[in-house]
């Protein structure tokens, strides 16, 4: 008898605490939280070990600066307030992936000797990323093409006006850089009035590239 009553005092409280967790309704099927996985900085995978995670955009017409983001870090940016009218350049550690320095110089009304000589000051081994605002070659002469070449490019020859344009290089590398994309500004072919669309570019960067 005794027995009886147990299991139907435990039988009871078995109903109870399922009564209870449908009138809260409560989800009995318990299931622990899996957080999305987030590739750095919106990459479309994740980048192999020893590469950086880089995504960068040329400026939209002379609206919107340029953004570089490094291993999920924004580098340059309208919103950090650290991009200009023409070139504008992040220097990070080839070996670490720390920033260095960034810079913009005006290639429009500015003058190109500021530019020379940064270009001339940068370390072997560093990573050199370059985006495009507004107009990035008016004033570009010779020599900082020269430079430019130096640190990979093969594009800067041919970068005229308001041509939008991305790129990354390095100090002393021996081959040129993949890691480049133009457009030219063209009347029959620009997005924007006077200027061409945005380029965006993405991808890892090996290090002491």
């Known amino acids: 008898m005794r027995v009886f009553k147990f299991a139907t005092i435990v039988f009871v409280f078995i109903i109870a605490i399922f009564l209870t967790f449908q009138l809260l309704d409560i989800d009995l099927d318990f299931k622990i939280p899996v957080k999305p996985f987030r590739v750095k ?46 070139i504008n350049i992040a220097l990070v550690n080839g070996k670490t992936g720390e920033l260095l320095k960034t810079a913009s110089f005006d290639m429009w009304g500015g003058d190109v000797a500021p530019l020379i000589k940064f270009l001339k000051e940068i370390e072997d081994g560093t990573v050199v ?16 093409r020269q430079l430019i070449a130096d640190l990979g490019s093969t594009v ?54």
Do not use: Y
Not at 70 to 84: A, F, T
Not at 178 to 192: C, G, L, M, R, V
């Open 41 to 86: 900085c919106g990459l479309v995978r994740q980048c192999p070990n020893s590469h950086f995670a880089f995504k960068m955009a040329s400026g939209a017409a002379s609206v919107v600066g340029p953004r570089i983001c490094l291993e999920d870090i924004i580098l340059m940016s309208s919103v950090k307030n650290n991009v200009g009218r023409g």
């Open 129 to 144: 990323l370059m985006a495009s605002f507004d107009d990035p070659a008016t004033k570009l002469n010779d020599e900082a």
């Open 156 to 209: 800067i020859t041919q970068l005229g006006f308001r041509d939008n344009w991305v790129f990354v290089g390095g100090k002393g590398i021996k081959t040129k850089s993949p890691f480049e994309q133009h457009i030219k500004n063209s009347a029959d072919t620009n997005k924007f009035d006077g200027w061409p669309e945005v380029l965006e570019m993405e991808g890892c960067i090996p290090q002491k590239f």
